[in-house]
């Protein structure tokens, strides 16, 4: 019964207390009418002072009028006071580009909300609330909707049943409990006759998509309930790591947790982070480009507002496009004279150069191999390189990688380790009289490997920052 499914979702999630003032958005309809009466049942026993506003969105004529004085002689039967409003959707939605129903439900919030704000000026400061008539059925549509259209955890929750000062106690009914309950209490309502066609994408899944569901499952609408609740739960604890993930990054400017965290984690941390800081609001194929970069450790993503997100060396920045494009600039024609010992690179890199005789090159070597086999692909013949400096690759560059027998641009060969293009222009190399001798990460040429006639050995490692 109504009752009962009302007093659970009341209690559990708190939505009235003693001596409330509650504002109730009643279209006419059975929903809002079943609302109103549930409401006023328990005003005596808990104090509770309640308004009802409707508002008449210009769109369906007569009907519109219709409704909106049957709600006015439910409103007089029951001894609650009754606010009329008349806006022209159909205008608004035109001006602001947006569509009926999308307007509709800005319009009538705002006036719900002007409602609670007038009512709290009067009561001294007393925040009243909004009970609108959702049912378990709306909720069911609304999930749907969101899997039609493609959406992530979020849109499984379907239609809260509290929202700040906003509460639903008829979340847990369905249909049938609605219009059982208004035939019981023999409580007048309206239709309104677009929700009986199939012109509009819920009345579509109601009138098309539900029934079907229901041929499969007669339970559906309590299965998608559960399915709301669980996916509630969970999009609770992924935003509270993803809350810490953001709120760590905007105090301090670090991003471990950024680093350390899933997608769904990082995701959302790095979407709040955009509108707190940049006041941004990035599409979902920003975020994911985002969360590419942290995986793969590098990477850039051109967001709105002509904004660039930015991962590097376990870093990640926001910068706008004309900043990047001269930091760019100045970085790709870096170019050092080359000594042993440290050189930084302009994105923080350390390059670590060590010269050794061959007898320390061999017992370096042995050391290695239980260690690291990666430190052979970086030793260079130290007698072979003149005038060597470091840099970054310029159009052109070409490599003989050690061992290969071949030569091939720089551009071939990145494409070859799957080495990210965002990352490219900052790979440190050294050039010998014009001839590339080594590049991090990839190694010697053939040109400059160690042989047997190697006197000094030149062992080169690069470090991030």
Partial sequence: MLEAKCGLAVERYNMLSQGDSVIVGLSGGADSSALLHYLCSLRERMSLNITAVHVNHMIRGEEAERDAESAGRLCERMGVEFHLYRQDVPSIAAQKGIGLEECGREVRYGIFGREAAQSA?????????????????????????????????????????????????????????????????????????????????????????????????????????????????????????????????????????????????????????????????????????????????????????????????????????????????????????????????????????????????????????????????????YDKIKGAVLRFRKEGDRFSPAGRNCSKSLKKLFNERKLPPEVRDSVPLMESEGKIAWISGIGAAEQFKVTDETERVLFMKTLSN
């Avoid at 709306?138 to 049943?161: A, M, W």
């Avoid at 709120?247 to 680093?259: K, M, N």
């Avoid at 940049?278 to 975020?287: A, S, V, Y």
Wanted: aromatic share 6%.
């Fill in 121 to 381: 000026n009067n009561a001294a400061g007393h925040i009243p609330k909004i009970a609108t008539a959702h049912t378990l059925s709306d909720s069911v549509e609304t999930v749907i909707f969101h899997i039609i259209r493609g959406c992530s955890i979020n849109g499984l929750k379907g239609i809260p049943p509290v929202r700040g000062n906003i509460i639903r106690p008829l979340i847990y009914c369905e249909r049938s409990d609605i219009e059982d309950y208004c035939a019981r209490h023999d409580i007048d309502y309206v239709t309104d006759s677009t929700n009986l066609t199939a012109d509009y994408a819920r009345n579509k899944i109601r009138l098309c998509i539900l029934p079907l569901m229901r041929e499969l499952n007669p339970s559906v609408d309590d299965a998608i309930g559960r399915l709301s609740e669980l996916a509630g739960a969970d999009d609770e604890l992924i935003g509270e790591y993803a809350d810490a993930a953001a709120d760590e990054y905007i105090r301090t400017g670090r991003a471990d947790r950024l680093f350390e965290s899933r997608m769904p984690v990082a995701g959302r941390a790095l979407r709040k982070i955009c509108v707190a800081v940049l006041n941004i609001t990035p599409e979902q194929k920003h975020i994911a480009a985002m969360c590419d970069s942290l995986v793969t450790g590098a990477g850039s993503v051109n967001l709105p507002g002509d904004t660039i997100f930015r991962v590097r060396n376990g870093k990640i920045s926001f910068s706008k496009k004309a900043e990047h494009s001269s930091t760019d600039s100045a970085e790709k024609n870096w170019s050092i004279k080359f000594e042993p010992g440290e050189i930084i690179t302009p994105g923080g890199q350390k390059i670590i150069s060590i010269i050794m005789d061959k007898n320390n090159y061999n017992n370096f070597a042995v050391h290695s191999e239980k260690n690291d086999k990666t430190v052979f692909k970086n030793c260079l013949d």
